[in-house]
């Protein structure tokens, strides 16, 4: 639910009720977040004859309130405002215990995470590498997939305090810390590479805690981490270029 802001609807009037408009036009827009989030929830479910009355009075007093935050009518948006925000916290107290559980406590972001967890420790340590946990504990997929872990505790935590946990995200707890195995491995792989490259073709000899933290941080920062490896690939593949046109130039 989108607003004009009052500063843009008052442009040439500035008055003291337009500087609380716009305060008003944010909790508006936060409780519109919070309504649609609850509602994809499904907690105004019902068949489509009979639509809740509750929905309907929270959707009519945040039109209401909108409207008076473009007139400037600071009662008349305190008024429709608080009128919504307790029909919205009358429908929460009626609300099931399933809906609670996610939007208050993460019930299933925090599983789909454990499993997920779980299922690629399992997968990568224990099947394919075969590591004992000394070794795990150094290694950069590990790192990254604590990074990526983190990385979905903090989010979750984040649209929980918020209210507007969604119930299409649960999949990005799924594929979180798969994707920070990945970025782990190839951030590690990226700082080997790199270092062999501009230590002219030496074995380097790298700090497991260097690549770990390294390694820990893209997973934590999947974004960062794209533009670090993009940024690596082209240097290592001028520093190629340059080795190669270097080599095929005739001696003299």
Not at 111 to 121: D, M
Not at 136 to 160: D, E, M, N, P
Request: aromatic fraction near 14%.
């Amino acid at each position: 639910m989108s607003s004009t802001s009052t500063g843009e609807a008052h442009r040439d009037v500035p008055t003291p009720g337009a500087a609380a408009g716009g305060s008003f036009s944010g909790k508006i827009n936060e409780l519109g977040s919070e309504f649609v989030t609850a509602a994809e929830w499904g907690i105004f479910g019902g068949p489509k004859s009979t639509p809740d009355p509750l929905r309907a009075k929270i959707v009519e007093n945040l039109a209401k309130a909108q409207a008076a935050v473009k007139t400037g009518d600071l009662v008349a948006q305190q008024t429709a405002f608080l009128e919504a925000k307790d029909a919205f916290s009358e429908a929460q107290r009626r609300r099931p215990v399933w809906y609670l559980a996610n939007t208050r406590f993460g019930l299933l972001p925090l599983l789909f995470t454990t499993i997920s967890t779980a299922l690629g420790y399992c997968f990568v340590f224990e099947y394919c590498l075969e590591l004992p946990l000394v070794q795990v504990t150094r290694h950069a997929t590990f790192w990254g997939l604590s990074g990526a872990v983190l990385k979905a505790l903090y989010w979750l935590q984040f649209q929980i305090n918020r209210g507007v946990l969604r119930p299409r995200w649960l999949a990005y707890f799924l594929v979180a810390p798969f994707i920070g195995i990945l970025l782990g491995a190839i951030s590690a792989l990226i700082v080997k590479v790199g270092f062999k490259l501009f230590d002219d073709g030496a074995t380097p000899v790298i700090d497991w805690r260097v690549i770990g933290l390294f390694a820990a941080f893209a997973g934590f920062n999947w974004e960062w981490a794209l533009e670090k490896f993009r940024y690596s690939a082209d240097a290592v593949a001028s520093r190629m270029s340059d080795r190669n046109g270097t080599s095929g130039k005739p001696k003299e």
